[in-house]
């Protein structure tokens, strides 16, 4: 057993149960829907079909990272049983809980000083910020150590590839991320931006495809292009969608189809709370190791 703790947020949209067999352990965000507040806890306290269904029929809803005081009282019970912490946060691109996860550190710094806590930005997001945990457990798993992991982490994590699409532009819309005319121009001319995430972990739309066919097969093009040893891939990959299976078991079967020395079958995840009140339904996301992300 490893002398220190490997750590997330809940926004890796990883099962719980898949955690749970890697020995991850995750501190929740928080959401809330018409005004009433949930953790963020992997689909426990209200499953993901419940949750865009009611965001279908327009519920509102909030998000709130991980404060200072919750990682301190997350953090303090490994470190009492003597363990060491490697806590990786949700892109510092899209949220500032890593400021909080730093105050925490240096608070516990003083009241712990023979334990090590390390910090480290995933500049990653959901199931990709999920891939690049379970290559951690991995190599936990082979015996690196805390230090090691937390250097190959920053070294790696820009390596990890995040491609999304929608094909519901109404919540980009509510949530001022494209303007009205924009949306309502794309809606009627059946227009599936894709995104992806670049070198500071901000969601970035590079390609205004037109029609869900064309841009399932457009996300699997880019997989062609950016993956490690092209077509000879064979490293793991992951897809997490909200509310729309159908579209992401499209994808994993082109990848499946195309990339034949992959390891193992594409893993399909939901997009958890925290992500999915941003995103709305009708979004996928593809996730591969590949070459340093730009731009």
């Known amino acids: 057993m490893s002398d220190f703790v490997l750590s997330c947020c809940s926004t890796v949209d990883l099962s719980m149960e898949h955690l749970k067999s890697r020995d991850i352990h995750y501190i929740c965000f928080h959401y809330s829907l018409n005004g009433q507040s949930y953790p963020d806890d992997l689909g426990q306290t209200i499953p993901f079909d419940r949750f865009y269904q009611a965001m279908a029929d327009g519920a509102e809803t909030k998000t709130s990272q991980v404060n200072a005081e919750e990682y301190v009282a997350y953090f303090t019970p490994f470190l009492e049983a003597g363990k060491d912490i490697l806590h990786v946060t949700l892109s510092s691109g899209i949220s500032g809980t890593i400021n909080s996860a730093h105050v925490a550190q240096q608070e516990l710094a003083e009241k712990f000083p023979e334990r090590k806590i390390f ?9 990709g910020y999920g891939l690049l945990m379970d290559k951690l457990a991995d190599l936990r798993d082979e015996g690196m150590g805390v230090e090691a992991l937390a250097q190959w982490a920053e070294e790696n994590r820009l390596n990890v590839h995040h491609w999304f699409f929608s094909t519901d532009l109404s919540f980009y819309v509510k949530g001022g991320r494209i303007s009205k005319a ?3 121009f794309g809606t009627l001319l059946n227009i599936c931006p894709l995104l992806n995430m670049d070198n500071q972990g901000r969601l970035v739309p590079r390609f205004k495809i037109r029609g869900k066919n064309a841009v399932i097969r457009e996300i699997e093009k880019k997989m062609e292009e950016f993956a490690q040893n092209g077509k000879n891939y064979d490293g793991k990959c992951y897809i997490s969608q909200s ?7 499209a994808v994993a079967d082109l990848v499946e189809q195309n990339f034949p ?20 339904p009708g979004t996928v996301a593809l996730f591969f190791w590949g070459s340093k992300r730009g731009n």
């Open 119 to 127: 910090i480290v930005d995933s500049l990653g997001a959901s199931s």
């Open 243 to 249: 509310a729309c299976y159908e579209d992401a078991r």
């Open 182 to 184: 924009s949306g309502w």
């Open 261 to 280: 020395h992959l390891n193992g079958k594409v893993e399909i995840n939901s997009i958890g709370t925290t992500i999915g009140s941003h995103t709305g």
